[in-house]
DNA sequence: GCATAGTGCTTGCAAATGCAACGAATATGC
DNA sequence: GCATATTCGTTGCATTTGCAAGCACTATGC
């Protein structure tokens, strides 16, 4: 049971180091956005009123607030993004998806499923994928994802 | 099948930021080793000779070669690697595990058997694991792992 | 053999990131 | 109500990291 939960762990390491060279690289070449931009797009555009406050942005991204916060800024340059303060309370400022913000990100969306795609097309039956998926899934039974 | 495939990416990274945060901390804690230290010296635990150079660590580790360069500098003031040149080749600078080093992988792979076998003790069968880590391995089958 | 190309490693520099401290605002205990 | 504790966001600072350039050495083509 120890052997085989090292194993599983290591692997999954290991493919995500492989995965998150080639996605960051695809990605930024076609919409000039990094892996983990497009990420946080794609958190807000299935969030409710399409906007997220920055901790809780951070606790969702793995990173930390003050990284929320710079990442914000030029995202906000780019119109893709708004900064919304709370009226109830002054001390949320919820990160806000732009129309502009949405087209980019359905794009992205477009371009992770293709990668995606790519990354299971040889060897891999339909079946396959679900079942990895939803083992998965199981890890992050407690955590807020993306997936509607 | 492009939905499939999408779900088990988006769960993948989800599932590596979480374990990484996990690992990162408890490794950290016990032997005072990063996340990434503690694969290098595990990398050079399954070489042949104990070695490896700096490119081959930089390719297993998906990290630059200056920052394999950089990493080394203090896991050899504490003695856990040494540089080795290598005599037909003057460009090459093996990177070698010591007795020391041997002994501090051999504790941080308990550690990582034991954070592993952790994240799975809920709700998880040993055939399920045990499928988790084969299509993880999949995965990365033209890759370079640890796992003997 | 020699010129050229390629490889391994290091270093300067810039970008990214986390941590701790801070200010502002809200929540809590009494 | 008020004092204290907590939360949110930002900023300064140090650390980490990759990229590009450079140096030393080796392989290749002729």
């Known amino acids: 049971m120890t ?4 194993t599983a762990i ?10 998150e060279e080639r996605f ?6 076609v919409h000039g956005l990094g892996l983990k931009e497009a990420l946080l797009l794609m958190h807000l555009h299935q969030a409710p009123m399409l ?11 793995h990173i930390s607030a003050s990284t929320v916060t ?9 119109g893709l993004v708004v900064r919304q303060p709370d009226p109830r309370d002054a001390r949320l400022a919820y990160v806000v998806l732009t129309e502009t913000g949405q087209a980019i990100v359905t794009d992205a969306r477009a371009t992770f499923e293709r990668l995606a795609a790519e990354v299971f097309r040889d060897r891999w039956t339909e079946q396959e994928i679900v079942g990895l998926g939803e083992l998965l899934g199981r890890l992050n039974s407690n955590q807020v994802g993306i997936l509607v």
């Open 24 to 29: 960051s690289g695809a990605l930024g070449g």
């Open 70 to 78: 710079r990442m914000a800024v030029p995202m906000e340059k780019l």
């Open 10 to 19: 290591l692997h999954l390491f290991q493919a995500q180091a492989r995965l």
């Open 51 to 61: 906007r997220l406050t920055r901790v809780d942005l951070a606790k969702r991204l």
């Open 3 to 6: 052997q085989s939960s090292l």
